[in-house]
């Protein structure tokens, strides 16, 4: 979810559909915990998501902003620094030091991303193309990781060039990732 207040215009007017369902629509459910997610250089950002629950299964969803990941204390800002911090060749505890995290949730990042790196590349590649069906073809970097980070990085830029309100390419990235840069979705993992 790129707009925190369009996703509340869209629950009120029934118009967000159930992803657990597929059919049903979601309505407005208060809101979820508050969270503070870490930022580069020390940042803090808090943030109250909405909660939604579809009219037809009954299903619950918290609606988080695409630049925070699902169950993560850090903004995807952060994630992806480390990720192509990683890619350039720095390790873990110079990564996790200069982001100010845990060294095991750096190695955690990239185990996370490495372990569906060709889905999400084969999901980027394709966004970026449905984007911009003149983008040259992408050239390989040598590792799936790095495939899959080159990619997201095409599609962000391919969606930038179309987007009509200018979004960060964190919020990009989220949304070609659908949210699941560090855990996909078994029901994701298809589209």
């Given at each position: 979810?790129?707009?925190?207040?369009?996703?509340?215009?869209?629950?009120?007017?029934?118009?967000?559909?159930?992803?657990?369902?597929?059919?049903?629509?979601?309505?407005?459910?208060?809101?979820?915990?508050?969270?503070?997610?870490?930022?580069?250089?020390?940042?803090?950002?808090?943030?109250?998501?909405?909660?939604?629950?579809?009219?037809?299964?009954?299903?619950?969803?918290?609606?988080?902003?695409?630049?925070?990941?699902?169950?993560?204390?850090?903004?995807?800002?952060?994630?992806?620094?480390?990720?192509?911090?990683?890619?350039?060749?720095?390790?873990?505890?110079?990564?996790?030091?200069?982001?100010?995290?845990?060294?095991?949730?750096?190695?955690?990042?990239?185990?996370?991303?490495?372990?569906?790196?060709?889905?999400?590349?084969?999901?980027?590649t394709r966004w970026a193309f449905r984007m911009d069906p003149t983008h040259p073809p992408m050239q390989p970097t040598g590792s799936p990781l790095g495939d899959a980070l080159d990619a997201l990085g095409h599609a962000a830029a391919?969606?930038?060039?179309?987007?009509?309100?200018?979004?960060?390419?964190?919020?990009?990235?989220?949304?070609?990732?659908?949210?699941?840069?560090?855990?996909?979705?078994?029901?994701?993992?298809?589209?």
């Amino acid at each position: 979810m790129a707009d925190q207040d369009a996703a509340g215009q869209e629950l009120a007017s029934s118009s967000m559909r159930c992803p657990s369902c597929s059919g049903g629509s979601l309505r407005p459910w208060g809101h979820a915990r508050t969270r503070v997610l870490r930022g580069l250089h020390g940042a803090r950002h808090t943030l109250r998501p909405r909660r939604a629950r579809c009219r037809d299964c009954g299903a619950t969803h918290v609606l988080l902003p695409c630049h925070a990941p699902p169950r993560r204390a850090d903004t995807l800002q952060v994630v992806m620094t480390g990720l192509l911090a990683h890619q350039g060749g720095a390790g873990a505890r110079t990564i996790a030091a200069d982001l100010g995290v845990p060294v095991d949730t750096v190695r955690s990042w990239v185990r996370s991303v490495s372990a569906h790196a060709q889905w999400l590349r084969e999901r980027a590649t394709r966004w970026a193309f449905r984007m911009d069906p003149t983008h040259p073809p992408m050239q390989p970097t040598g590792s799936p990781l790095g495939d899959a980070l080159d990619a997201l990085g095409h599609a962000a830029a391919a969606t930038a060039r179309r987007v009509p309100r200018p979004l960060t390419a964190w919020q990009l990235i989220g949304l070609i990732s659908a949210g699941c840069l560090l855990a996909p979705v078994a029901s994701t993992l298809s589209g």
